[in-house]
């Protein structure tokens, strides 16, 4: 496989020094693989720091500035980054009034966050988690014991966020956080495999005229396989199998924050027709979309595919969500 890097050992690192000198509002410590945000100590406020396997740009660094997160801390490619990294990142973004750390729920992701948080906390820096679990596919699978964390990570940062940047204190971000992932739900359908800079080659063999439903960010297996299907029926599979999830904690009767997130390789015209479908399935079963996010966002390297993420969002999710925000991935009010 053709790949535009130099070597598959460097390169994090030359993407950190890439987006180092396209983003100079950002400060980028390569060799600690911390990203933080340049401000971040600045007038008080929560800081929130996530962090995770490189490879699905722009989560995590591409969502560190205004609005969003305070540091990010990538990992090797699918490997989670270690505690030295977060206590790092922890420590340059604490000002006094506690650290959010979001953490999606992949083992070794878990593990050194909770590391992380208990080092920090012997410093005497207060430390909230919040796990996102959005995933309706499947559970107990490969890397994750209950299930997996996708989309809605992006739905917890953006409006933790907000709220951070409101001046709210730790526990009340906190709990907005936790209640953005129970609203949430997400399910993803790969159309190839992606391929891992160290390997090579796909990570899995997915047959032509094949699609996977419910695959993970990693690869990691689904549902079910099937035969190639049209966006409407794919759409109609996704967003039913959120729906009915989302049904057996507390019916959808209000508005939706709706996310058709690109796994890497789907171009945007393909992207934006899916949306077409995945709304045409929503009105149909009398939800309405309030605010909706199309493009990629929580990638899988070079898969082609996508998912769909939904949030019950009240009204102060959709104002934190309208919150001005300004990172490298995602802007606008600013």
């Known amino acids: 496989m053709k790949m535009l890097i130099n070597s598959p050992e460097a390169v994090v690192a030359d ?20 990203v933080v945000r340049r401000d971040a ?3 008080g406020r929560v800081g929130l720091v996530s962090g995770g396997g490189s490879g699905h740009e722009p989560l995590h660094a591409g969502f560190v500035g205004y609005g969003m997160l305070s540091a990010a ?19 340059a973004v604490d000002c006094g009034q506690g650290v959010l750390l979001v953490v999606k729920n992949y083992t070794g992701d878990v593990l050194n966050f909770d590391m992380a948080a208990e080092l920090a906390e012997e410093d005497g820096i207060r430390v ?50 936790r209640r953005v992932n129970e609203a949430s739900g997400s399910f993803g359908v790969a159309l190839s495999a992606c391929t891992t800079p160290a390997k090579g ?16 960010i990693h690869g990691e297996p689904g549902r079910e396989r099937r035969p190639m299907m049209p966006a409407a029926e794919i759409a109609e599979v996704a967003v039913g199998t959120v ?5 057996n904690t507390a019916p959808v009767d209000g508005p939706v924050l709706a996310l058709v ?33 199309v ?37 606008w009010g600013r």
């Open 41 to 43: 100590r600045a007038g």
């Open 128 to 177: 909230e988690r919040v796990l996102v679990n959005d995933d309706v596919a499947v559970t107990d699978s490969l890397y994750t014991a209950g299930r997996r964390g996708t989309g809605a990570t992006l739905f917890v940062e953006k409006i933790a966020g907000a709220a951070a940047e409101e001046g709210a204190p730790l526990e009340q971000v906190a709990a907005l956080a």
């Open 15 to 34: 993407a950190l020094r890439g987006l180092a000198a396209a983003h100079p509002d950002l400060d980028v410590d390569v060799e600690a693989r911390v």
């Open 295 to 331: 493009g990629n966002y929580v990638t899988s390297l070079d898969m082609a595919g996508c998912s769909v993420t939904l949030c019950r969002a009240d009204e102060e999710m959709l104002r934190l969500w309208d919150a001005p925000v300004q990172t490298a991935a995602l802007r």
């Open 243 to 247: 729906l009915d999830d989302m049904a």
């Open 73 to 91: 801390c990538p990992g090797e490619v699918f490997t989670s980054p270690v505690p030295d990294q977060m206590v790092r990142a922890i420590k």
């Open 201 to 216: 080659s796909p990570t899995f063999d997915l047959p032509d005229g094949e699609l996977e439903l419910g695959i993970g």
């Open 261 to 293: 997130n690109g796994m890497g390789a789907t171009p945007l015209l393909e992207l934006y027709g899916f949306h077409a479908e995945v709304a045409r399935v929503l009105e149909a079963r009398g939800v309405r979309v309030a605010r909706a996010l």
